[in-house]
């Protein structure tokens, strides 16, 4: 916020002299109302096993529109690579990928990821869009370039935190709105539906959307219903769904109806009880043959998450100037593979200096930050790097930016992140202006995430005009369908359906805002 001891930097100059208005009480009064708005409205996450309001500070992150302009081309830039590297990879059939026969990245690397699925490979969707949803992590490092942290693009979460962070902060602190440009961000679920819509198979006029969730227990659920409500569309579970005769069909009140897209917030590992896990009772025994067919569209496509291996992350910049012929607008966080011999090596002889991440981690789960690890955990990392090398990879410590926290009655310095999201509908990467401001709340800390107690902020994008700030609408079409769960659902299945959930949980950390690609820092 400052550039020097007393001088605001100038896209916060309006948020500097509000701040310096208010005593201490009045911004503890309206961060108090901030966290019971969220607790009042179910706002909140798993944290240690109880579900907390997700914390959202007083003071909001801002970026100026000449900052966001790099990260918006920025961010656009990486998903049409990811695009095309997904599609090299899984659309050629019985080919080399283009990018593997030209030496850019070894195909043992895609091979032996955990989120490579040969089912789905030949699989063209209907508008050639895989990612119709992107969330990339971007962090901003000491010398104030803007780099990305990891890419998340098989069910990215935490848009639903963007739209209810801003109405929370709009009803809170009128006055800042009032006085400054700040870009909307309510159009996001009208972006996201006609994205959908552009996806669904070809010869579906009036397309049918709908949003599976692995269900109630699962910790994102609340933005999984958000966004159905916000777009108009049914919520349903996979026990709502059936394939007949490759098609998929939606149980309701008025009886079986065709469903054309699915946005999909359930894992690849339990969308299909046929060609993934066999015991799921979370997903739609069949689908993949549908998708086969061209009656349905999954989105995100399956198969996506080897784009999220943090070991395919190193490859990326070169991969960009190979598809795209442009160099990257931002940067990686510079990257030791450790499947390579000599950057082992390195690795090993400077551990207590690396930040060490499991390739396909997230939620900060098993993340060694060297500097501050003992002797017997380094130890354990060791041998972990030495038993399984292509698990792995290292990178320097990076001194995350800070952003003045209201901390205990008073504002201090804590570290954040920004997770951009991005939606593609096959003409045009639309990046919403803003994103999610993830906030280590506490002091020192690294790890941004809610499931290791961090919170979040408003981000603010700056324009040259002036923005409107008015709540979003529901979707015109409001349905009268109910959707009905299949009567042959037993006890035995619901209980199963629970216990699947929290093993999803349990592989994407509840909190972490990544169900599936939903990754974090």
Not at 100 to 108: A, K, Q
């Amino acid at each position: 916020m400052l550039g020097s001891p007393a001088e605001p930097r100038t896209p916060y100059k309006a948020v500097f002299h509000t701040l310096r208005s208010m005593t201490g009480t009045t911004l503890k009064e309206r961060a108090d109302i901030l966290a019971r708005s969220y607790l009042d409205q179910g706002v909140t996450f798993d944290y240690a096993g109880e579900e907390r309001p997700f914390p959202l500070d007083a003071v909001p992150r801002v970026i100026s529109a000449h900052e966001w302009q790099v990260i918006e081309s920025g961010v656009a830039q990486r998903v049409t690579a990811l695009e095309a590297f997904l599609d090299d990879i899984y659309s050629r059939e019985g080919e080399i990928p283009r990018a593997v026969h030209e030496g850019i990245v070894p195909w043992r690397l895609i091979a032996s990821s955990n989120h490579y699925h040969r089912a789905v490979t030949g699989i063209r969707p209907a508008n050639g869009v895989r990612v119709h949803v992107a969330g990339v992590d971007l962090v901003r490092d000491e010398e104030g370039t803007f780099r990305v942290l990891e890419d998340n693009v098989r069910v990215p979460s935490g848009v639903s935190y963007v739209i209810a962070n801003r109405r929370a902060m709009a009803n809170v602190f009128p006055e800042a709105f009032a006085t400054m440009r700040i870009r909307p961000v309510h159009d996001y679920p009208r972006m996201l539906l006609a994205a959908l819509r552009a996806a669904a198979p070809d010869g579906a006029s009036d397309p049918t959307v709908v949003v599976l969730t692995p269900g109630v227990f699962n910790s994102a659920y609340f933005e999984h219903a958000l966004l159905a409500r916000m777009m108009g569309v049914e919520l349903v579970e996979g026990r709502d769904l059936v394939c007949v005769g490759g098609q998929v069909r939606m149980r309701t009140t008025t009886g079986d109806r065709p469903v054309d897209v699915i946005y999909r917030r359930v894992d690849d590992e339990f969308i299909d009880p046929v060609h993934f896990r066999g015991d799921s009772v979370l997903g739609v025994a069949g689908l993949v043959s549908a998708m086969r067919a061209g009656r349905v569209t999954v989105a995100n496509a399956l198969g996506n998450g080897v784009a999220d291996d943090k070991l395919i992350y190193s490859y990326l910049p070169a991969l960009t100037r190979f598809y795209l012929d442009e160099d990257p607008i931002l940067p990686n966080v510079d990257t030791f593979r450790c499947a390579e011999p000599d950057s082992l090596r390195h690795v090993l002889d400077h551990l207590d200096e690396m930040v060490v991440k499991p390739v396909d981690g997230s939620g900060g789960k098993g993340l060694v930050v060297g500097p501050r690890a003992d002797g017997p955990t380094l130890d354990r990392l060791r041998g972990a790097l030495e038993a399984d090398p292509r698990g792995w990879i290292a990178q320097p410590v990076v001194q995350l930016s800070t952003v003045p926290t209201f901390i205990d009655g008073g504002l201090a310095p804590r570290h954040v992140d920004l997770r951009p999201f991005a939606v593609n509908d096959g003409e045009r990467v639309r990046v919403l202006p803003g994103g999610l401001t993830r906030v280590a709340l506490p002091e020192g800390e690294l790890v941004v995430n809610s499931s290791q107690g961090g919170g979040s902020k408003d981000t603010w994008v700056l324009s040259d005009r002036r923005a409107s700030v008015s709540a979003a609408t529901p979707h015109p079409d409001n349905r009268e369908v109910v959707v009905m769960s299949a009567p042959t659902a037993s006890l035995e299945d619901s209980m199963r359906a629970q216990q699947q959930q929290q093993q999803q949980q349990e592989r994407r950390p509840r909190g972490s805002h990544d169900e599936g690609g939903e990754a974090s820092c």
